[in-house]
């Protein structure tokens, strides 16, 4: 093992141990190694000048000294290579393009081709043809690697880098921007614009923009709800089907489980989408050892559960993130009766009126400088996710009557579009010191040796996000009212230690001011270990909503999350109650003792004139340190015609016009208690089966292999 500590920095390699501290080289001795990540900690011994070690000193200083700060150089130049990879892709698309397939009729139209699309093009595309358009290109190299996800996210080439308007209630230390942008204001009427010189205290929100969607740059948790988060959606539907029962088999049928489990049978084998535990999951041990001392069971959290604490399992195939386009999309790709036409931005559905409904006839889109239409013979299917699917229906005459008034758009259909915008909104606790390495620090672990183990065993640092262990808790709020069986909080141990630009990798991330993040984290940077908390409230009262300000599909939708809002508190108080649960477990419980944890002393800038630690500190701190999940979902809800939010009906179809599905995370009607990538896979592979079912009469055969339609599993 070799330490090379340059002034006060150190880089590790597995074969030799020096400390080079520009005047002279210590030996140096490894105390431990902890387990499976390859975390090290060391301790001098004593000098030696031989020969041999100044030659192997330099010429490892020559083979990796440089290594970490190219590293930091490439990360800090994500947005580039996103950009260059992005217009590489482009480019070559369009030259190739000449020698694709230009038939503009199919029998199936999918617009988006992300998490949700991906399902989609691949099921139906076994029994019809499907043209798949998506705005993005291919998935970026980097978006493979688990363990740069916080740096994946606001990449220009790669992110759709959506804006919210101004928050009043939450965000207070988000980036500042300067913007010259007209806002909407609070009610989402286009009447009322102004010009703000100044923008601020506004969320970006992250969403995947190429083949893969936001499955390309999310951090990987692959957690599918509580059984009460879908009884519930039955009861809001009025169909049984969408109940737990009825939803557990599309969950099946999406996924291949590698690993060992106590609820054996509530997973698939054999199924597109491999899901096991990463290689590194740091303190994960601990953390449920400490879930079982606070009374909670330690248990499989996509089984049948209540609550309970558990290691996370993610989406991957050795070490390599799968999200749907290596799962779903790259297994379909050389079927002829799936076409994929990158770089397609859709502007429009094409609806015509046929007596007193309309029906959706095709899309009119965008792609290399020029418009094109294309055409579906059966349906066509909006996949563009929660912020983009609802713009879609807007645009093309689909929406509340006032807002298509103002917007000067003919009403095809008037239903509640837009409204009903839900997400998990979280706070980051820490950071956490131990007294041992069993988190990840950047400048520590992460080596040339990393990515060789990476890219060679899909093991160590790498294959993880940082986000390895989770607990589904249910609040005393939620217990007062009967529903102690259904969480509504989620502790996420972040196995970070701070390295040196871990508040502008933070930051970035989470979109938080790197000054204020910079004060706050200023006496971490440097420490040895440490961990995080992330608590999120999962069951939120307050929502928000989606409109356009013009009818222009390039204008970015308006985006109001209206985050920590409601009138009661109710969502102060559970965050709260969150946040002490986190405290507990660090401080009180013996495992986290056992490791000396200890929680920063440091008050959160802005909020230096409340005592700290007291309720006024939390509420100040959760409104200032506020992080958007990017699990946005409802905007085009299913549920009962006619009911305040229902957009499309318990088969997915928008009411009141034919042949029109929505399928993505903006049907579910509520959000599920826990990210939301698995129950949106489970969306789409349940939607393909009703597709599939409605047209079972006019399969084409000859299309891939199955000869056998899915139907209910
Ligand atoms: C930063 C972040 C971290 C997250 N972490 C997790 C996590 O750890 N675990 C988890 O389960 N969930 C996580 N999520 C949420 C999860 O990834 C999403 O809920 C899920 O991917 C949504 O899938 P979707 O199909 O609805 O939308 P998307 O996956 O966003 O797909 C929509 C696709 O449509 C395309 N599109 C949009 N508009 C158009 C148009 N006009 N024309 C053509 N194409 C268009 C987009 O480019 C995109 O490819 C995270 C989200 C974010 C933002």
Redesign the pocket.
């Known amino acids: 093992m070799v330490v090379m500590h340059v002034k006060e920095r150190k880089i590790l390699n597995r074969d030799e141990t020096y400390i080079i501290d520009l005047k002279f080289i210590k030996k140096v001795k490894i105390s431990e190694t902890a387990t499976n990540c390859g975390f090290t900690e060391c301790s001098s011994k004593s000098r030696f000048q031989s020969a041999m070690g100044i030659l192997s000193a330099f010429r490892f200083a020559f083979q990796n000294l440089f290594f970490t700060p190219i590293l930091y150089g490439v990360i800090a130049s994500l947005a580039v290579f996103s950009t260059v990879w992005d217009n590489g892709d482009r480019f070559k698309d369009q030259l190739t393009d000449r020698f694709r397939s230009q038939d503009d009729t199919f029998d199936f139209v999918i ?7 991906a399902v989609l093009a691949n099921r139906l595309s076994e029994f019809h043809t499907v043209l798949l ?4 290109g291919e998935s970026h190299p980097f978006q493979a690697i688990p363990g740069l996800s916080i740096f994946l ?1 606001k990449q220009p080439g790669t992110d ?1 880098m959506h804006k919210s308007v101004t928050q009043s209630k939450s965000c207070f230390a988000c980036r500042h921007k300067v913007s010259k942008t007209v806002e909407n204001d609070a009610q989402c009427s286009i009447t009322r614009q102004r010009q703000l010189a100044i923008s601020k205290n506004k969320y970006i ?11 390309n ?7 599918r709800g509580n059984p009460l988060d879908f009884d519930n959606w039955a009861t809001i539907t009025g169909d049984p089907t969408w109940g737990y029962d009825g939803v557990l088999p599309y969950f099946i049928r999406s996924e291949h489980f590698v690993g060992e489990t106590t609820d054996k049978n509530a997973h698939g084998y054999g199924g597109p989408l491999q899901i096991q535990i990463p290689d590194c999951v740091g303190l994960a041990e601990e953390w449920n050892r400490a879930g079982v001392e606070m009374g909670y069971p330690h248990i499989d959290l996509n089984g049948r559960h209540t609550e309970g604490f558990d290691t996370v399992f993610y989406p991957i195939k050795t070490g390599v993130r799968q999200a749907t386009y290596r799962s779903y999309i790259q297994p379909a790709r050389n079927r002829p009766s799936l076409l994929i036409r990158k770089f ?4 429009k559905v094409i609806l015509i009126r046929e007596g007193k409904t309309s029906e959706a006839t095709g899309v009119e ?1 965008d792609r290399h400088g020029h418009r094109k239409f294309a055409f579906a013979n059966k349906e066509v299917i909006l ?4 912020l ?1 699917s609802p713009k ?1 229906l807007i645009l093309s005459g689909i929406g509340q009557q006032e807002h298509l008034k103002a917007l000067r758009i003919p009403a095809k259909s008037i239903l509640p579009v837009g409204k009903n915008l839900q997400d998990h909104f979280s706070t980051l606790l820490g950071p956490f010191y131990i007294n041992k390495a069993r988190t990840i620090s950047f400048d520590r672990d992460i080596d040339k040796q990393s990515f060789v183990n990476f890219a060679s065993n899909g093991k160590g640092p790498l294959t993880t ?1 940082g ?1 390895q262990a989770a607990a589904v808790l249910a609040s005393t709020l939620a217990k007062a009212q009967g529903q102690g069986g259904w969480p509504d909080l989620q502790l996420t141990l972040f196995g970070l230690t701070p390295h040196r630009m871990f508040y502008s990798d933070i930051g970035h991330a989470f979109g938080i001011r790197e000054d204020i993040l910079r004060r706050y984290y200023g006496d971490a940077t440097g420490k040895e270990n440490a961990f995080f908390i992330m608590v999120t409230l999962t069951r939120p009262l307050s929502k928000g909503d989606i409109c356009v300000a013009a009818n222009n ?1 390039y204008k970015p939708a308006v985006i109001r999350p209206s985050y920590v809002c409601d009138d009661l508190g109710h969502d102060i108080k559970v965050l709260t109650e969150g946040i002490h649960r986190a405290l507990y477990l660090a401080e009180n419980t013996t495992t986290f003792q056992a490791l000396e944890t200890t929680y920063s002393h440091k008050c959160f800038p802005g909020c230096e004139n409340v005592p700290f630690r007291s309720e006024a500190y939390w509420e100040c701190y959760i409104r200032s340190f506020s992080i958007a ?5 409802g905007t085009c809800a299913m549920g009962k015609v006619g009911s305040p939010y229902a957009v499309v009906d318990p088969e997915l179809r928008v009411q009141g016009i034919d042949r029109l599905r929505v399928v ?3 049907v579910m009607p509520t959000i599920v208690g ?5 129950s ?1 896979i489970m969306i ?1 592979e349940k939607g393909a089966a009703l597709i599939l079912n409605r047209w079972k009469d006019e399969v084409k055969v000859g299309y891939g292999p199955p000869k056998q339609l899915p139907g209910n599993p």
């Open positions: 617009v988006g081709g992300g998490s949700a699309g358009l998506e705005a993005g996210s759709w929100f992250s969403q995947g923009k190429n083949l893969g969607g936001t499955g740059l999310n951090y990987l948790m692959h957690l397609a931005h859709v502007n889109y996949s563009a996710g929660s983009q879609l996000s986000f599909p999940n990017g699990d946005h979902v993505d995370a903006s826990v990210p939301t990538q698995a949106t789409a």
